[in-house]
Nanobody, 126 residues
Framework: QVQLVESGGGLVQAGGSLRLSCAAS????????MGWFRQAPGKEREFVAA????????FYADSVKGRFTISRDNAKNTAYLQMNSLKPEDTAVYYC???????????????????WGQGTQVTVSS
Protein backbone atom coordinates (compact mmCIF):
# COMPACT_ATOMS: atom_id res chain seq x y z
CA GLN A 1 0.00 0.00 0.00
CA VAL A 2 1.02 3.57 -0.58
CA GLN A 3 0.00 6.43 1.68
CA LEU A 4 -1.17 9.65 0.03
CA VAL A 5 -1.40 13.14 1.47
CA GLU A 6 -2.93 16.04 -0.46
CA SER A 7 -2.10 19.69 0.08
CA GLY A 8 -2.52 23.03 -1.63
CA GLY A 9 -6.24 23.55 -1.31
CA GLY A 10 -7.76 26.82 -0.21
CA LEU A 11 -10.05 29.71 -1.05
CA VAL A 12 -9.63 31.44 -4.39
CA GLN A 13 -11.67 33.86 -6.48
CA ALA A 14 -13.19 32.78 -9.76
CA GLY A 15 -10.61 32.95 -12.51
CA GLY A 16 -7.79 32.23 -10.12
CA SER A 17 -5.41 29.30 -9.87
CA LEU A 18 -4.36 26.68 -7.37
CA ARG A 19 -1.84 23.86 -7.47
CA LEU A 20 -2.62 20.73 -5.53
CA SER A 21 0.06 18.28 -4.49
CA CYS A 22 -0.22 14.63 -3.59
CA ALA A 23 2.77 13.31 -1.66
CA ALA A 24 3.22 9.56 -1.50
CA SER A 25 5.04 7.43 1.04
CA UNK A 26 5.49 3.76 1.71
CA UNK A 27 6.28 2.75 -1.84
CA UNK A 28 7.77 4.37 -4.94
CA UNK A 29 5.12 6.21 -6.87
CA UNK A 30 6.67 5.32 -10.21
CA UNK A 31 4.62 2.12 -10.61
CA UNK A 32 1.27 3.67 -9.74
CA UNK A 33 -1.29 5.25 -12.02
CA MET A 34 -2.40 8.44 -10.30
CA GLY A 35 -5.80 10.05 -10.38
CA TRP A 36 -7.53 13.10 -9.01
CA PHE A 37 -11.19 13.09 -8.02
CA ARG A 38 -13.46 15.63 -6.38
CA GLN A 39 -16.61 15.56 -4.32
CA ALA A 40 -18.95 18.48 -3.82
CA PRO A 41 -21.50 18.54 -0.98
CA GLY A 42 -24.41 16.26 -1.72
CA LYS A 43 -22.81 14.84 -4.84
CA GLU A 44 -20.96 11.69 -5.72
CA ARG A 45 -17.19 11.64 -6.05
CA GLU A 46 -16.29 12.37 -9.65
CA PHE A 47 -13.26 11.86 -11.82
CA VAL A 48 -11.09 14.85 -12.65
CA ALA A 49 -7.82 13.63 -14.21
CA ALA A 50 -5.47 10.67 -14.42
CA UNK A 51 -1.84 10.12 -15.38
CA UNK A 52 0.13 7.03 -16.30
CA UNK A 53 3.24 5.73 -14.58
CA UNK A 54 5.70 7.75 -16.60
CA UNK A 55 3.43 10.71 -17.19
CA UNK A 56 3.26 10.00 -20.89
CA UNK A 57 -0.49 9.48 -20.88
CA UNK A 58 -3.07 11.78 -19.33
CA PHE A 59 -6.85 11.92 -19.40
CA TYR A 60 -9.26 14.60 -18.23
CA ALA A 61 -12.91 15.02 -17.48
CA ASP A 62 -14.57 17.25 -20.05
CA SER A 63 -15.47 19.75 -17.35
CA VAL A 64 -11.81 20.53 -16.62
CA LYS A 65 -10.14 19.92 -19.98
CA GLY A 66 -8.06 22.90 -21.03
CA ARG A 67 -8.07 24.38 -17.51
CA PHE A 68 -6.50 21.69 -15.33
CA THR A 69 -3.18 19.90 -15.83
CA ILE A 70 -2.13 16.71 -14.08
CA SER A 71 1.57 15.95 -13.73
CA ARG A 72 3.94 13.93 -11.61
CA ASP A 73 7.51 13.94 -10.38
CA ASN A 74 8.44 10.35 -9.58
CA ALA A 75 11.78 11.41 -8.15
CA LYS A 76 9.87 13.43 -5.54
CA ASN A 77 7.15 10.79 -5.16
CA THR A 78 4.58 13.50 -5.81
CA ALA A 79 1.71 14.11 -8.19
CA TYR A 80 0.21 17.50 -8.96
CA LEU A 81 -2.97 19.08 -10.23
CA GLN A 82 -2.57 22.59 -11.62
CA MET A 83 -5.96 24.28 -11.73
CA ASN A 84 -6.39 27.45 -13.75
CA SER A 85 -9.42 29.56 -14.63
CA LEU A 86 -11.23 28.21 -11.62
CA LYS A 87 -15.01 28.44 -11.48
CA PRO A 88 -17.39 28.31 -8.51
CA GLU A 89 -18.57 24.91 -9.72
CA ASP A 90 -15.04 23.58 -9.12
CA THR A 91 -15.65 23.93 -5.40
CA ALA A 92 -15.22 20.50 -3.80
CA VAL A 93 -12.97 18.33 -1.71
CA TYR A 94 -10.23 17.06 -4.00
CA TYR A 95 -8.77 13.60 -3.53
CA CYS A 96 -5.76 11.95 -5.07
CA UNK A 97 -5.78 8.23 -5.69
CA UNK A 98 -3.31 5.59 -6.82
CA UNK A 99 -3.40 2.09 -8.22
CA UNK A 100 -0.49 -0.20 -8.98
CA UNK A 101 -1.70 -1.55 -12.29
CA UNK A 102 -0.67 -0.53 -15.80
CA UNK A 103 -2.41 2.12 -17.85
CA UNK A 104 -4.33 0.06 -20.39
CA UNK A 105 -7.27 2.43 -20.66
CA UNK A 106 -7.85 5.65 -18.69
CA UNK A 107 -8.83 4.87 -15.12
CA UNK A 108 -11.79 7.14 -14.45
CA UNK A 109 -13.82 5.22 -11.88
CA UNK A 110 -13.39 5.32 -8.13
CA UNK A 111 -13.43 1.51 -8.31
CA UNK A 112 -10.23 1.58 -10.38
CA UNK A 113 -8.19 2.86 -7.41
CA UNK A 114 -7.30 1.24 -4.11
CA UNK A 115 -5.26 3.94 -2.40
CA TRP A 116 -6.77 7.28 -1.41
CA GLY A 117 -5.69 10.44 0.33
CA GLN A 118 -7.76 12.28 2.93
CA GLY A 119 -8.70 15.14 0.62
CA THR A 120 -8.11 18.87 0.48
CA GLN A 121 -10.82 21.52 0.26
CA VAL A 122 -10.96 23.86 -2.73
CA THR A 123 -13.42 26.73 -2.55
CA VAL A 124 -13.92 29.09 -5.47
CA SER A 125 -15.83 32.28 -4.76
CA SER A 126 -17.75 34.17 -7.40
Amino acid sequence: QVQLVESGGGLVQAGGSLRLSCAASGRPLSTYVMGWFRQAPGKEREFVAAISWSGGWTFYADSVKGRFTISRDNAKNTAYLQMNSLKPEDTAVYYCAAVGTPWVTPKTSTRDYDNWGQGTQVTVSS
